[in-house]
């Protein structure tokens, strides 16, 4: 199972305070919208997530369909694959996409100690 793209989305409760600190540890934003709480940080190994609030709890995240810098990739489990596998590995979910469609679409659940997973795929997968 390809998950995609890996992050750790963190809720912050002052994204300029947040954003300064990640810099000065050698991040930099490369996508987001200041203005509309989120903002995406890189270094060179590592992508953090910042989201004022958005979320209860810092999250992991995947995207399928994406590399690092956001590009699409030829191939990818498509997120509604990624559930049926889930689902039949006896995992409960939060929240579902809806299989019935195709392209963007998200799904959650919880790790054992609770940690939100988000997999959330912004891409539509072509079909060969």
Known sequence: MR?????????????????????????????????????????ETSTIGLFQGMFDKNCLTFNP????????????DDVRDIQRTLKSRGLALMSAADESTSGPASLSLQDPDGNPVLIDQHVQRHRQ
């Open 3 to 43: 998950l995609g793209n890996f992050s750790v989305s963190l809720a912050v409760k002052d994204l300029s305070v947040s954003r300064a600190f990640y810099e000065k540890l050698g991040f930099r934003a490369i996508a987001g919208n200041a203005a509309n709480n989120w903002l995406i940080l890189q270094n």
């Open 65 to 76: 369909g994406w590399d690092r810098a956001c590009n699409t990739l030829p191939e990818f």
